[in-house]
């Protein structure tokens, strides 16, 4: 029977992954791959060497590395000790990858080719044929220090240059420029070399004229790879073209066969594979419209491998352990269900029609798709030989070579989801209108139809007891006695069901096609799980349990997974989940894998050693025991230990070193090798010492520490994949130790206490000596400087009271100065405002003016300067005989003067103000030259506090303001008068000061009526 059959790979099931560029590659354009004994991968890039891990790839070039002659690696081998060979452009160096300790050698022009025969010696194709002996490598590592270059030994018996060599079992094969050639060593002591040409071998005259990109010996044979096809040498010593299929003329690029003995051949824009049966395959690799090609094919220790692009980087190839069968059977279109019959056959349906896999594994189309009306199938079911056909045109049976209808009023033009065994005979129908029964008895619709929200039917799972039945808006239990939707508080309730589980003694499970999964424990509690829980691709498209080895199998569009059962007996906390296909594969074509198509019932077969997947190309058999790529144990490794001062490879400092005194900030970067699921790997990390518990770094793969004290400090790595427990991690771990400088000594500390109890002894005393001659000192001139100090305070005070009086008195008018003003004023206001009930009883104010003369600057221009500051002199005098003694006349500007009326009534203002601007007008002021004349001056003045309600809230420089408001209105009007400003008597002085600007203020409150300015002209 088919399900009987094992699966194998095939060259179109290899599953590959791709890195480039925007993963961190460092050109697109790959040479050589080589594999170390740690397990990296090591690339030759046109841009420099990089080292890769299955996560990072770290490259080193020509700017950061100290050991590579050039940037263009040609070719690279992995010797048998260990050691990497890089052959560039300019030359060829060797590389211990684990300490990156690295010996140059002198080789003229670029290196096209490395070998290594069966000594141990290292053969190099330059320009020219060149060797190096085992006892000839002496490493050096990598410092400041010029590092010496070794020679290789240069082959006289060849010349001109080397292109690619072969090791046989008669010698090493190498291709000149005119000639292939076989060295044989005939020396009888292992130790020495004694070449001898043995083989001469004339190329053809189109072979000469191009290029030769590899050469090979394999299963007996020489193999040339060149620009006009592939090569062999015959037993007559002729090389003749090598024929390959589809790939006639074209450019050959590299010869490989893998550990079960296949051949891999890269050709232009095609990679050719042949098993041991000799048959050939091929597949073209393509992406963005252009061909790919491949410069190298290596082969790793997991018999995974390798393919270096010339313009689209790395990929790597695996078994994917399943079988696809549209490549057997040449059946390229999507599968939409598939179901196994009693007799073993597998049945499926696609656009063409219905039909099986025979023994061969070749498909037999039974039912052309016109007979069903092209109408697309969604589900298969079989009842003995009679196969159900569910379509979206109602139901079909097969039966005896003939196609017949299910008759039936509900099922016409009714779309039809799922077919299901019903517990007491029949079949249960979903549709798109609602559930209905299918018996001997007919067609009878579903007892409840009018209770689900939705009659869009997905799925329906029917068990002696009970039934479960999935809807495109939840999911519902029901049994004879009714029916109930499941899934409360949670997402369930609206979710789009595509499959349903039951599994005796654990739960029931429901797939969704937007809500992840979720699960009843046998608590009868109901969770979810999604992606942030851990669950891969998303939409669900079927659930399988595999009862022999406890497995639940779940299929999606981007792949395939399965998981534990037991874990879902109780709450899930980290989901555990192996992925069997994943959505990153990609097959060698460059196409995605195509898995899975099908949803619901017609979503995968269960054939007992066997699950099949209907896909959008054929159908996919994956073994239930297959083993999975990429879950062998992990193996955490610290790879490097970076200071400030340096980047060492913790092989290179060895167990436990001794850091430099300074080194105290320390990044430890550690890896666990993986290519398939690198990003599943999860870290953890603590430095004994310093950390009391566990770091959890994710997928990050650096520790950083900064400021460490000094002492032994112990690293531990431990990594798991996702859904393990840290329990089953694997661990690492890496000893290093940071000195204590010479002040974090015990001795430092000794010394710097007795250097501080000396020197304190040595302080006192000297502080004692002088302290008794100060003493005396001190004593004789105490009184000498008592009456020195005496006589100098006394100076002072004469000094301060002179200086205080000038500050305060403007020079030419002997006037108080503004300073007197501003330092009198504020005490003047203290004065007022602590009697200032008296005073206000008594209708007394504060009153401030400010006086201008009018034209002013005409007695400077007519008479000079001299006569206005005589006129100014004699305006001081004139005021200050028409104040009292309590009153301050200060000269405020220029020609400007304010005086403060102390105490004077509110009522005598006005005849106060007018008699003054008489007595100014009619002053004759005196000139220098001896004539006469007269001035006339604007006068504004203002109340402190204003008139206002709570007027003495507002400061006295408000009502200064206000005096040189009005005096501007004065001057307005041509001068000689007087004004001042009048407010509303119930105007507040909180309304007054709710602007700074004063101005607009008083503008605001003329235009409201409440202020007016009042002004006298004389």
């Given at each position: 029977m088919l399900c009987s059959t094992s699966a194998f790979a095939s060259i179109t099931d290899y599953v590959v992954k791709q890195w480039n560029i925007q993963n961190g590659l460092p050109s697109q354009s790959l040479k050589s791959i080589a594999q170390d004994e740690q397990g990296y991968m090591w690339l030759g890039t046109q841009f420099g060497l990089s080292r890769f891990d299955g996560n990072t790839f770290t490259n080193f070039n020509t700017q950061n590395s100290d050991f590579l002659p050039s940037n263009g690696i040609n070719k690279l081998l992995v010797d048998s000790t260990g050691l990497l060979w890089v052959g560039t452009k300019n030359g060829l160096v060797t590389l211990d990858p684990k300490t990156m300790m690295s010996q140059t050698f002198n080789v003229k022009g670029p290196v096209r080719d490395i070998l290594e025969d069966s000594k141990g010696s290292i053969w190099i194709a330059a320009n020219g044929?060149?060797?190096?002996?085992?006892?000839?490598?002496?490493?050096?590592?990598?410092?400041?220090?010029?590092?010496?270059?070794?020679?290789?030994?240069?082959?006289?018996?060849?010349?001109?240059?080397?292109?690619?060599?072969?090791?046989?079992?008669?010698?090493?094969?190498?291709?000149?420029?005119?000639?292939?050639?076989?060295?044989?060593?005939?020396?009888?002591?292992?130790?020495?070399?004694?070449?001898?040409?043995?083989?001469?071998?004339?190329?053809?005259?189109?072979?000469?004229?191009?290029?030769?990109?590899?050469?090979?010996?394999?299963?007996?044979?020489?193999?040339?790879?060149?620009?006009?096809?592939?090569?062999?040498?015959?037993?007559?010593?002729?090389?003749?073209?090598?024929p390959l299929p589809n790939a006639s003329n074209s450019a050959v690029y590299k010869f490989m066969s893998d550990s079960d003995g296949a051949l891999w051949i890269s050709t232009y824009g095609r990679l050719l594979f042949r098993d041991n049966s000799g048959d050939w395959q091929w597949v073209e690799p393509s992406q963005l419209d252009q061909s790919i090609w491949f410069a190298d094919i290596f082969r790793d220790n997991q018999n995974n491998i390798w393919l270096a692009s010339f313009s689209e980087g790395l990929w790597l190839a695996h078994e994917g352990r399943i079988e696809r069968h549209s490549a057997i059977s040449n059946m390229t279109e999507a599968v939409?269900?598939?179901?196994?019959?009693?007799?073993?056959?597998?049945?499926?349906?696609?656009?063409?029609?219905?039909?099986?896999?025979?023994?061969?594994?070749?498909?037999?189309?039974?039912?052309?798709?016109?007979?069903?009306?092209?109408?697309?199938?969604?589900?298969?079911?079989?009842?003995?030989?009679?196969?159900?056909?569910?379509?979206?045109?109602?139901?079909?049976?097969?039966?005896?070579?003939?196609?017949?209808?299910?008759?039936?009023?509900?099922?016409?033009?009714?779309?039809?989801?799922?077919?299901?065994?019903?517990?007491?005979?029949?079949?249960?129908?979903?549709?798109?209108?609602?559930?209905?029964?299918?018996?001997?008895?007919?067609?009878?619709?579903?007892?409840?139809?009018?209770?689900?929200?939705?009659?869009?039917?997905?799925?329906?799972?029917?068990?002696?007891?009970?039934?479960?039945?999935?809807?495109?808006?939840?999911?519902?239990?029901?049994?004879?006695r009714g029916i109930e939707k499941i899934g409360d508080q949670t997402s369930l309730e609206s979710a789009y069901v595509t499959s349903i589980l039951n599994i005796e003694g654990v739960g029931i499970l429901i797939g969704s096609l937007n809500d992840g999964l979720f699960y009843r424990s046998t608590k009868g509690q109901w969770r979810q799980l999604d992606a942030t829980d851990g669950l891969p691709y998303g939409s669900i498209f079927s659930l399988v349990y595999d009862k022999q080895l406890k497995r639940i199998w779940?299929?999606?569009?981007?792949?395939?997974?399965?998981?534990?059962?037991?874990?879902?007996?109780?709450?899930?906390?980290?989901?555990?989940?192996?992925?069997?296909?994943?959505?990153?594969?990609?097959?060698?074509?460059?196409?995605?894998?195509?898995?899975?198509?099908?949803?619901?019932?017609?979503?995968?077969?269960?054939?007992?050693?066997?699950?099949?997947?209907?896909?959008?190309?054929?159908?996919?058999?994956?073994?239930?025991?297959?083993?999975?790529?990429?879950?062998?144990?992990?193996?955490?490794?610290?790879?490097?230990?970076?200071?400030?001062?340096?980047?060492?490879?913790?092989?290179?400092?060895?167990?436990?070193?001794?850091?430099?005194?300074?080194?105290?900030?320390?990044?430890?970067?550690?890896?666990?090798?993986?290519?398939?699921?690198?990003?599943?790997?999860?870290?953890?990390?603590?430095?004994?010492?310093?950390?009391?518990?566990?770091?959890?770094?994710?997928?990050?793969?650096?520790?950083?520490?900064?400021?460490?004290?000094?002492?032994?400090?112990?690293?531990?790595?431990?990594?798991?994949?996702?859904?393990?427990?840290?329990?089953?991690?694997?661990?690492?771990?890496?000893?290093?130790?940071?000195?204590?400088?010479f002040d974090e000594t015990i001795y430092f500390r000794l010394l710097i206490t007795s250097s501080f109890i000396l020197l304190f002894y040595l302080v006192f005393w000297v502080f004692r000596a002088q302290e008794k001659r100060k003493q005396l000192a001190l004593e004789s001139l105490v009184t000498e400087r008592t009456v020195e100090l005496r006589e100098a305070n006394d100076k002072l005070n004469q000094v301060n009271s002179q200086l205080k009086l000038v500050s305060h008195s403007d020079e030419l008018t002997g006037l108080r100065s503004r300073r007197f003003l501003f330092d009198q004023l504020p005490k003047d206001i203290e004065h007022f405002q602590r009697n200032s009930q008296s005073l206000q009883a008594q209708g007394k104010s504060l009153v401030l003016l400010i006086i201008n003369f009018d034209n002013f600057s005409r007695i400077n221009d007519a008479y000079g300067p001299l006569a206005g500051d005589s006129c100014l002199q004699q305006m001081a005098t004139l005021l200050n005989s028409r104040t009292q003694g309590s009153d301050y006349v200060a000269r405020w500007s220029g020609d400007e003067f304010l005086l403060l009326l102390r105490d004077f009534k509110r009522t005598a203002i006005d005849n106060y103000v007018a008699d003054l601007c008489e007595a100014i007008a009619a002053n004759p002021f005196r000139l220098p030259n001896g004539e006469s004349t007269t001035i006339t001056a604007s006068v504004g003045w203002s109340f402190y506090p204003l008139p206002l309600l709570g007027g003495q809230v507002i400061g006295w420089e408000t009502s200064v303001n206000l005096a040189d408001i009005a005096l501007h209105q004065v001057k307005k009007r041509g001068g000689d008068g007087v004004a001042n400003i009048t407010f509303d008597e119930q105007l507040d002085a909180f309304e007054f000061e709710q602007s700074h600007n004063v101005d607009q203020q008083l503008s605001a409150l003329q235009a409201n009526g409440l202020a007016d300015i009042k002004i006298w002209m004389r």
């Amino acid at each position: 029977m088919l399900c009987s059959t094992s699966a194998f790979a095939s060259i179109t099931d290899y599953v590959v992954k791709q890195w480039n560029i925007q993963n961190g590659l460092p050109s697109q354009s790959l040479k050589s791959i080589a594999q170390d004994e740690q397990g990296y991968m090591w690339l030759g890039t046109q841009f420099g060497l990089s080292r890769f891990d299955g996560n990072t790839f770290t490259n080193f070039n020509t700017q950061n590395s100290d050991f590579l002659p050039s940037n263009g690696i040609n070719k690279l081998l992995v010797d048998s000790t260990g050691l990497l060979w890089v052959g560039t452009k300019n030359g060829l160096v060797t590389l211990d990858p684990k300490t990156m300790m690295s010996q140059t050698f002198n080789v003229k022009g670029p290196v096209r080719d490395i070998l290594e025969d069966s000594k141990g010696s290292i053969w190099i194709a330059a320009n020219g044929l060149y060797y190096v002996a085992r006892n000839q490598v002496t490493l050096n590592q990598n410092s400041a220090l010029i590092v010496p270059v070794s020679n290789a030994t240069a082959i006289t018996q060849i010349v001109g240059s080397v292109s690619q060599m072969a090791l046989s079992p008669e010698g090493i094969w190498l291709v000149n420029e005119r000639h292939l050639l076989r060295l044989t060593n005939t020396s009888s002591d292992f130790a020495k070399l004694r070449l001898e040409l043995t083989a001469k071998v004339s190329l053809p005259e189109r072979l000469a004229q191009t290029i030769i990109h590899d050469m090979a010996w394999l299963e007996g044979n020489l193999y040339l790879a060149s620009e006009l096809g592939a090569y062999f040498l015959d037993l007559d010593d002729e090389l003749r073209p090598f024929p390959l299929p589809n790939a006639s003329n074209s450019a050959v690029y590299k010869f490989m066969s893998d550990s079960d003995g296949a051949l891999w051949i890269s050709t232009y824009g095609r990679l050719l594979f042949r098993d041991n049966s000799g048959d050939w395959q091929w597949v073209e690799p393509s992406q963005l419209d252009q061909s790919i090609w491949f410069a190298d094919i290596f082969r790793d220790n997991q018999n995974n491998i390798w393919l270096a692009s010339f313009s689209e980087g790395l990929w790597l190839a695996h078994e994917g352990r399943i079988e696809r069968h549209s490549a057997i059977s040449n059946m390229t279109e999507a599968v939409m269900a598939i179901s196994q019959a009693p007799d073993g056959k597998l049945w499926v349906a696609n656009r063409s029609g219905v039909g099986y896999f025979d023994y061969n594994k070749n498909f037999v189309n039974q039912i052309p798709s016109n007979q069903f009306g092209r109408a697309a199938v969604h589900d298969l079911q079989f009842d003995g030989d009679r196969l159900y056909i569910a379509t979206g045109r109602g139901v079909f049976y097969y039966e005896n070579q003939n196609l017949y209808t299910v008759p039936g009023r509900a099922l016409r033009d009714n779309p039809v989801f799922a077919i299901s065994r019903s517990s007491k005979g029949g079949f249960w129908l979903g549709t798109g209108r609602g559930m209905y029964r299918l018996s001997y008895g007919g067609l009878t619709p579903f007892a409840y139809n009018a209770f689900l929200s939705s009659k869009f039917i997905t799925y329906v799972l029917d068990e002696q007891n009970f039934g479960l039945i999935g809807t495109s808006k939840g999911a519902y239990y029901f049994t004879d006695r009714g029916i109930e939707k499941i899934g409360d508080q949670t997402s369930l309730e609206s979710a789009y069901v595509t499959s349903i589980l039951n599994i005796e003694g654990v739960g029931i499970l429901i797939g969704s096609l937007n809500d992840g999964l979720f699960y009843r424990s046998t608590k009868g509690q109901w969770r979810q799980l999604d992606a942030t829980d851990g669950l891969p691709y998303g939409s669900i498209f079927s659930l399988v349990y595999d009862k022999q080895l406890k497995r639940i199998w779940v299929s999606t569009m981007k792949g395939v997974y399965r998981m534990p059962v037991e874990q879902f007996g109780t709450d899930i906390e980290s989901l555990k989940v192996e992925q069997v296909i994943s959505s990153f594969d990609r097959q060698l074509d460059g196409k995605a894998s195509q898995c899975c198509a099908g949803l619901g019932h017609d979503a995968v077969a269960d054939t007992g050693n066997s699950i099949w997947y209907p896909s959008l190309q054929g159908v996919v058999e994956i073994p239930k025991s297959v083993e999975l790529f990429g879950v062998q144990a992990l193996k955490p490794r610290i790879e490097s230990l970076i200071t400030p001062l340096r980047h060492l490879s913790t092989a290179t400092l060895g167990s436990k070193p001794e850091l430099q005194i300074d080194e105290r900030d320390v990044t430890l970067k550690y890896t666990a090798i993986d290519y398939y699921a690198p990003s599943s790997i999860e870290f953890r990390y603590r430095l004994s010492g310093l950390d009391s518990d566990w770091r959890y770094a994710n997928t990050r793969r650096e520790a950083i520490y900064t400021n460490l004290p000094p002492g032994s400090f112990l690293f531990q790595l431990e990594a798991k994949r996702r859904g393990e427990d840290w329990q089953k991690a694997r661990r690492t771990e890496y000893s290093f130790v940071v000195p204590r400088r010479f002040d974090e000594t015990i001795y430092f500390r000794l010394l710097i206490t007795s250097s501080f109890i000396l020197l304190f002894y040595l302080v006192f005393w000297v502080f004692r000596a002088q302290e008794k001659r100060k003493q005396l000192a001190l004593e004789s001139l105490v009184t000498e400087r008592t009456v020195e100090l005496r006589e100098a305070n006394d100076k002072l005070n004469q000094v301060n009271s002179q200086l205080k009086l000038v500050s305060h008195s403007d020079e030419l008018t002997g006037l108080r100065s503004r300073r007197f003003l501003f330092d009198q004023l504020p005490k003047d206001i203290e004065h007022f405002q602590r009697n200032s009930q008296s005073l206000q009883a008594q209708g007394k104010s504060l009153v401030l003016l400010i006086i201008n003369f009018d034209n002013f600057s005409r007695i400077n221009d007519a008479y000079g300067p001299l006569a206005g500051d005589s006129c100014l002199q004699q305006m001081a005098t004139l005021l200050n005989s028409r104040t009292q003694g309590s009153d301050y006349v200060a000269r405020w500007s220029g020609d400007e003067f304010l005086l403060l009326l102390r105490d004077f009534k509110r009522t005598a203002i006005d005849n106060y103000v007018a008699d003054l601007c008489e007595a100014i007008a009619a002053n004759p002021f005196r000139l220098p030259n001896g004539e006469s004349t007269t001035i006339t001056a604007s006068v504004g003045w203002s109340f402190y506090p204003l008139p206002l309600l709570g007027g003495q809230v507002i400061g006295w420089e408000t009502s200064v303001n206000l005096a040189d408001i009005a005096l501007h209105q004065v001057k307005k009007r041509g001068g000689d008068g007087v004004a001042n400003i009048t407010f509303d008597e119930q105007l507040d002085a909180f309304e007054f000061e709710q602007s700074h600007n004063v101005d607009q203020q008083l503008s605001a409150l003329q235009a409201n009526g409440l202020a007016d300015i009042k002004i006298w002209m004389r």
